[in-house]
């Protein structure tokens, strides 16, 4: 992308585990798009070491912070400030995680304290962001808070267990916080609803190489890539996209509106 349309704009970008991570390609895009960041990610992940050679690429600083820590979050957005010498314009929320799903447990046999984790880590993480932004006063006006979804959110994919809660809760805090932060500073929130995507996150999920196939076939485009993920969210942190807010917003090859396709009935054969 040869557009500088971030140029000036300061950000924090949570959830760069590896080169595969949606956060990482969207980091460098952000690089590319002129916006200056720091990145994030819970000390465990950060012990991974990876990050630091994203950081270096894109001469950023890597602050640690658990995203359901209320107090690494308040240190997170004050040193984020300090550092870019002013308030911060965009946010990425790039996280997702549940114990039930990495431990295999069915929906329909949950471990509580588990499912209480994945609701903490993947959605009320956003609303910990969203509120200590919001006491900090640390986000400018008409900046732009976006998190990654997945369509799970709205209609059963039995694989994606109770991150499927979690995107529910996730969605709903955009528009809530969306409508308070939006009143109160301008500040805007929404969420992306990506394809299935290669990464570790995605990968978590059980029997996803077959579903992703079965994905790429019913989107008309094919399924949307983890760079072109990073681009949407660049035009939603930029001026471009001013006046959208609260909205989840479908970046899946037309999957979402798609009952059936050639390329999947095809796959029964001829009756
Ligand atoms: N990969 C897909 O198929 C897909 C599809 C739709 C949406 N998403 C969403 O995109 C987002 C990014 O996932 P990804 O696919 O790039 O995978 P990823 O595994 O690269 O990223 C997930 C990130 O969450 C971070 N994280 C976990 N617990 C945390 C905590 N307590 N505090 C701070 N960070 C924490 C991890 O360290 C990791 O960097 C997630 O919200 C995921 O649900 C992914």
Known sequence: MS????????????????????????????????GEFVLTNAPVALRMGAINDLAEKTNSKVIPADAT??????????????????K?????????????????????????????????VSAMSLHKTLQVAKDLDAINEWGSVVALTYIAAQR???????????KSLLESITRSF???????????????????????????????DKFISFSEDMSPLGNAGAIDCANYCISLFSDLTKYVTMQNLFHDGGFSSTGVTTAVMDRFGEE
């Open 178 to 208: 969306g409508y308070h932060y939006g009143t109160a500073k301008k500040v805007r929130v929404n969420t992306i609803s990506q394809s299935p995507t290669v990464t570790t996150a995605g990968s978590g999920v059980s029997g996803f």
């Open 69 to 86: 820590s209320v107090e690494d979050l308040t240190n997170l957005f004050n040193e984020a400030q300090e550092h870019l010498g002013g």
């Open 88 to 120: 911060i314009d965009f946010v990425l929320h790039s996280i997702g995680m549940s114990p039930n799903v990495r431990k295999k447990k069915h929906y329909t046999g949950l471990n509580y304290e588990w499912y209480k984790q994945t609701l903490d």
């Open 156 to 166: 059963i994919f039995p694989d994606y267990n109770d991150m499927a809660d979690a």
């Open 3 to 34: 557009h500088k349309i971030l140029e000036g704009k300061k950000g924090i970008i949570f959830g760069a585990l590896d080169n595969q991570s949606i956060a990482w390609k969207t980091a460098e895009a952000v690089k590319e798009a002129g």
